[in-house]
Structures are given as C-alpha cells and as structure tokens.
C-alpha cells in the first residue's frame, strides 16, 4: 500500500482519537471547528446514524453540507457557463444542480459501504459531480444523442410555425394553435405519420410537453400543473424541445416526405 495512503489514515486515526466524548459540548464544539477535516465528520456521522441518533446525525450532516456548501454552487456556476443559457436560467439551473449533489452527498455519506468517504472526502466529491452533473443533463434535456434516422425525418416546412406560439394579448394561458394547417393536420393523424416516432425520440421531460401541449391540446399553465414545474418551465422545454426537432430534419421536400 502506498505510504501516503497510510500516513493519511494513520494521522485521521489519532486525531479522531483526541476528540472529546461523543455528544458532550467539547463535542460538539470540536466538531464545528472549520478546520476538522471533513473525513473525521463522515466517520462521526455514520458513528451517530449506527447508534440511532438521529438529532446527532442531522447535526452533523447540515455541518458538512454547509461546509461544502460554498464551493459546490461556485462548481455548478462554473460547469453551467459552458452552456448557452440565459442569465436567470444559468442561475436558477446552478442552485438545482448544486442541490441534486447535495442530495447524493447525503445518501453517500449516510452509507457505511462507501469507506472511501472517510479517508479522502474531496476526492470523493469530485467524482460524485461528475456523475451528478452527467444526471442533471440528461434529466434537464441539455444532453441528449441525435439518433434518429434519415426515414424518421420530416420536412421543415411542416413543423416551422411551430415556433411561432400563440400568446392572448391580456397574457393569459391558453391552449396553444398551430397556424399551419399541414402541421396541425399531421399532429391529427399522427397515427398515420413518422412523426409520433421522432417525438419518442426526444428525452422524456421534452418529450412530456410536446405530448400534452400538441397531442392532448393542454394549455402551458395544465401542462405545468401536470409535471408539477412552472410555467416558465414548460415554455423552456418546448423552446428545447422544438430545436431539437428542428435539429432532427433534413431538407428534404414536402414530396419525397410524402412520397
């Protein structure tokens, strides 16, 4: 074994030694020192969640989260800056990023089989962003893979005034149209036509609101009460949701589609 690994433990060893009787106020106290190594913090942690101290366990784990707390949103702020994203989006998106990886810290550090918390928690963390990051994209439908083919495309012009969106003028929600006549015959008889296919294409939570919005003819706000998210939300995903179906087809004509 590598000798750095050993004089790690070792020095984590002897200064989880010198700590004070568990739950006294020296305790707690050293505990909350900002210099206490994180590692000592996930074994006390998991001490109190096998002696079933639950206020303890709680405690401590608010401790470590707000510890890291910091440096994990400045990680989602910086991540999210190679996205093109809006201002208030980017910022709205970091601070549920950051809280998808707290969650994950939590359960993480709540589970006495991943020892490797305990002797080198940053290294642990970086690798719990990576997957939390990897998550939140596919989830947030910021990432997805193009594989559609060639015969599940259709014609621009079919689906252009899609992005042209009905708004009344006192803003109110309503059911949106389709000014298109061939688009909103297509979305009629999508039984009949590729179109549904390329649909189911789409990651799940864009593919959620175009079903409920053009197939079911719900408006933005039924939509939003449906997935539980804000109307901004949706008016979001169908914004990314109709560029990657545009992204999905090729120039062809009108006639070969029908052809």
């Given at each position: 074994?590598?000798?750095?690994?050993?004089?790690?433990r070792t020095a984590l060893a002897e200064l989880y030694s010198t700590l004070p009787p568990y739950a006294s106020a020296g305790f707690w106290s050293a505990i909350e020192d900002p210099t206490l190594p994180l590692e000592i913090l996930v074994k006390i942690l998991r001490t109190a969640i096998a002696s079933g101290d639950e206020?303890?366990?709680?405690?401590?784990?608010?401790?470590?989260?707000?510890r890291t707390q910091a440096m994990n949103l400045l990680w989602a702020q910086r991540v999210l800056q190679m996205l093109s994203l809006q201002a208030d989006e980017r910022s709205v998106l970091a601070r549920d990023l950051c809280a998808d990886l707290h969650e994950c810290m939590?359960?993480?550090?709540?589970?006495?089989?991943?020892?490797?918390?305990?002797?080198?928690?940053?290294?642990?963390?970086?690798?719990?962003?990576?997957?939390?990051?990897?998550?939140?994209?596919?989830?947030?439908?910021?990432?997805?893979?193009?594989?559609?083919?060639?015969?599940?495309?259709?014609?621009?012009?079919?689906?252009?005034?899609?992005?042209?969106?009905?708004?009344?003028?006192?803003?109110?929600?309503?059911?949106?149209?389709?000014?298109?006549?061939?688009?909103?015959?297509?979305?009629?008889?999508?039984?009949?036509?590729?179109?549904?296919?390329?649909?189911?294409?789409?990651?799940?939570k864009l593919k959620a609101v175009i079903l409920l919005i053009f197939w079911e003819g719900r408006s933005e706000k039924e939509t939003a009460q449906v997935l539980s998210i804000s109307d901004r939300t949706v008016r979001n995903r169908l914004r990314d949701a109709l560029k990657l179906l545009r992204s999905l087809l090729s120039p062809e004509s009108e006639e070969s589609f029908n052809a």
């Amino acid at each position: 074994m590598d000798m750095g690994v050993i004089e790690r433990r070792t020095a984590l060893a002897e200064l989880y030694s010198t700590l004070p009787p568990y739950a006294s106020a020296g305790f707690w106290s050293a505990i909350e020192d900002p210099t206490l190594p994180l590692e000592i913090l996930v074994k006390i942690l998991r001490t109190a969640i096998a002696s079933g101290d639950e206020q303890g366990r709680c405690r401590i784990m608010e401790w470590i989260i707000l510890r890291t707390q910091a440096m994990n949103l400045l990680w989602a702020q910086r991540v999210l800056q190679m996205l093109s994203l809006q201002a208030d989006e980017r910022s709205v998106l970091a601070r549920d990023l950051c809280a998808d990886l707290h969650e994950c810290m939590m359960r993480a550090l709540a589970d006495p089989g991943r020892l490797f918390w305990e002797e080198n928690f940053l290294h642990c963390l970086y690798f719990e962003r990576k997957h939390v990051y990897r998550s939140f994209l596919m989830r947030e439908g910021l990432c997805y893979k193009q594989s559609a083919s060639r015969g599940m495309r259709i014609p621009r012009t079919l689906v252009a005034s899609l992005d042209r969106l009905l708004q009344p003028p006192d803003h109110s929600h309503q059911p949106l149209d389709i000014e298109d006549e061939g688009v909103q015959g297509m979305f009629l008889s999508v039984e009949q036509s590729d179109l549904l296919q390329t649909v189911l294409c789409l990651p799940d939570k864009l593919k959620a609101v175009i079903l409920l919005i053009f197939w079911e003819g719900r408006s933005e706000k039924e939509t939003a009460q449906v997935l539980s998210i804000s109307d901004r939300t949706v008016r979001n995903r169908l914004r990314d949701a109709l560029k990657l179906l545009r992204s999905l087809l090729s120039p062809e004509s009108e006639e070969s589609f029908n052809a």
